[in-house]
């Protein structure tokens, strides 16, 4: 069996991580291999770098440049490993995460990110992308509800309404590859609809 790489995205708060084990194990039960990971992050290098990044106020280019030095790390250590021997791959955050955060929320040019995707990691892309729509305020709540909040969770709403925006014009431009989930209703309802969209599109 070929291996699959699956994408989990959406605005801080919006429920990605809580639904992850859920997924996981749907395809578990299907027979695959899951290799579960995340962004920035994956690796011990990338951990480092996901503490800097979600700790350290910087520059919008050193933030971006950071997060494509843990993806290069990723890459090579983790995913395209696992893809090769036919696991399937299923990470929190990636690229479309890098255009909704640094392009959409703080402004930076998509030609730059463009060009770190191709350098980074050329034609691979994921094969689905689920997007966990929420909106901003609902997201917040969650978030402070939780724990403490890292410099990401701690922007203005404003910032969300940006990602927001963003993710789903992503997910417009690639309907192909984004299966949209209403994030703002109860876990079960959106776990239901979950089991739907994978046996739609991964059977």
């Not at 250590?77 to 959409?104: H, I, K, M, N, W």
């Not at 402004?107 to 034609?123: I, K, Y």
């Amino acid at each position: 069996m070929a291996g699959q790489f699956i994408t989990l995205e959406g605005i801080d708060g919006a429920g990605k991580s809580t639904h992850a084990a859920f997924i996981a194990s749907r395809l578990r039960e299907r027979g695959r291999t899951v290799v579960q990971t995340r962004e920035p992050g994956g690796t011990a290098v990338g951990e480092k770098i996901r503490d800097l990044v979600l700790g350290e106020a910087m520059d919008v280019h050193a933030e971006t440049l950071l997060i494509f030095a843990a993806r290069a790390q990723h890459l090579h250590e983790v995913v395209r490993p696992a893809l090769a021997a036919g696991s399937t791959v299923l990470c929190d955050r990636f690229t479309d995460a890098t255009f909704a955060y640094q392009c959409g929320g703080r402004a930076l040019p998509e030609s730059h990110v463009e060009a770190l995707a191709r350098l980074t990691h050329g034609d691979l892309r994921p094969g689905l992308t689920l997007l966990f729509d929420t909106d901003a305020a609902t997201a917040h709540a969650r978030v402070v509800a939780r724990s403490a909040a890292d410099r990401f969770e701690r922007e203005d709403l404003g910032f969300f309404e940006r990602v927001r925006a963003r993710y789903l014009e992503q997910a417009r431009r690639e309907p192909d590859r984004f299966c949209v989930l209403d994030g703002n209703q109860r876990i079960e309802a959106v776990q239901s609809a979950l089991a739907r969209a994978l046996d739609e599109r991964i059977g």
